[in-house]
């Protein structure tokens, strides 16, 4: 037997091992076809799963947009990876303004008729609105929108009382402001008064008061207002002031732009009967935390925390020096239309002694107090202080006194509706 090849067969050995063309067309065809599937899914994970669900936030995960389709995050691909409020978790202070045209206030200083016309920017002449529609935007939490009928709600049966200075009846008017609007005519009522204010809301059995006391404890300028060096405190007491916080289910307190009269204040234990012979001099801040010492005593000695919520307002920023933003002009907060952008800006303004003072002696306290931190996103806003739009004296500023920006812009106090809406937005969530 022959093992050679015949012709026959070494004309096979080429093609040994491989498959008709027809077989090969429909493996190609097959395996683009599984390509194509696999992209597919893929394509669909992200669009639905991973999108419909929040990436992990900074203090942790949490569900975001359950009733999102994977079509509207398509078309919104800036995640937001903020979660829910929690006051716990949420440094209210570490944020941005972010400008929203379509956010509407909840009033105006035309709809509102309890706003002082300290704070009536509008109608006092003022032709920008910008500063009206941007919003605090916290860095880590979703800060919720203030809701009149939540806020109603959350106040039924209760007193609400604002005591400080004249930053703290800003915020009053502003809270004020917010919820009335919801409440028909009838069922509402404002009693003014000039140490004492109380609007009631009659179907919620709810007040929101407030009360003047500058310093928060007793001074000879508490009543009659006097020029700051004649000005003395009473830094041990605060028993003329106290008896009008007694009694309340929520008590929110400020003091500070009063004290920065000047690098010392005149002081007094026990009677003002001695008049001046009695007082001392010392630095402002000491006689501002002897005068927090004795406000903490009688919230520690007084308040039952199961029954009463205690908070205090960090300080309100002044922005009477254009310096601190880049401008040299000397004019103030005059003209400004928009928040400063540079973050952690901090003013000349806003004094961090004095805050460290607030902080070392509520750190003390037995009672808690929440703190209500303003200071630092209220830096940002040269652009919503009353400025010229304002009243001196119980009067509208003149023209003359218009043109003097330098001299006459109110850069302290605030326009309503505006910034201080926000710190009420703060206090509702913490509520």
């Known amino acids: 037997m022959s093992f050679a090849a015949s012709p026959s067969t070494i004309k096979m050995n080429p093609y040994r091992g491989k498959l008709p063309l027809s ?3 429909v493996i190609v065809c097959g395996f683009a076809f599984l390509a194509l599937l696999y992209t597919e899914r893929l ?18 995960a949490v569900v975001k947009a359950k009733d999102k389709t994977a079509e509207e995050n398509l078309e919104n691909p800036e995640l937001d990876d903020r979660f829910e409020f929690d006051p716990e978790e949420c440094n209210i202070a570490n944020g941005k303004w972010v400008f929203n045209r379509s956010i509407k206030p909840l009033y105006t200083d035309r709809s509102c008729p309890y706003i002082d016309r300290q704070f009536s920017c509008v109608k006092n002449g003022r032709l920008d609105f910008d500063y009206r529609h941007w919003e605090w935007q916290p860095e880590d939490c979703n800060l919720p929108r203030f809701n009149p009928e939540l806020a109603l709600k959350k106040l039924r049966g209760k007193r609400l009382l604002f005591s400080g200075d004249s930053l703290q009846r800003n915020q009053w008017e502003s809270f004020v402001c917010m919820i009335e609007r919801t409440i028909p005519p009838e069922k509402k009522s404002m009693k003014r008064g000039k140490v004492r204010s109380v609007f009631k809301a009659k179907e919620y059995n709810a007040t929101i008061e407030f009360y ?14 006097l020029e700051p060096k004649k000005r003395i405190l009473k830094v041990d007491s605060v028993v003329n002031h106290s008896k009008n916080w007694e009694g309340a289910d929520i008590l929110a307190f400020n003091t500070y732009v009063w004290w920065m009269s000047g690098l010392r204040v005149k002081t007094l234990w026990g009677s003002f009967a001695n008049g001046e012979e009695g007082y001392t001099e010392l630095d402002t801040p000491v006689a501002y935390k002897i005068g927090l010492k004795t406000w903490a005593n009688w919230i520690d000695s007084t308040i039952n925390p199961n029954k009463t919520r205690v908070f205090f307002t960090t300080m309100s920023s002044i922005h009477t020096r254009s310096q601190d933003w880049g401008k040299k002009d ?25 805050m460290s003072v607030v902080a070392g002696v509520l750190k003390k306290m037995k009672v808690p107090v929440t703190v209500l931190n ?38 302290i106090h605030w326009c309503l509706p505006g910034v201080p809406d926000t710190w009420n937005q703060i206090l509702l969530a913490h509520l």
């Open 374 to 411: 303003i200071t630092q996103l209220s830096e940002y806003r040269i652009d919503a202080h009353s400025s010229i739009y304002t009243e001196t004296g119980g009067r509208l500023l003149t023209d003359e006194e218009k043109a003097d920006p330098g001299h006459h812009a109110d850069c």
């Open 23 to 25: 077989i090969i067309t």
């Open 212 to 225: 003047w006391a500058p310093f928060l404890v007793e001074s000879n300028t508490d009543i009659n207002v």
């Open 330 to 354: 000397r004019l103030k907060c005059f003209n400004e239309t928009k928040p400063v952008m540079k973050k952690k800006f901090w003013g000349s303004g806003s004094d961090k002694n004095m």
């Open 43 to 60: 394509s669909f994970l992200s669009s639905s799963s991973i999108l419909k669900s929040k990436s992990c936030a900074r203090r942790g």
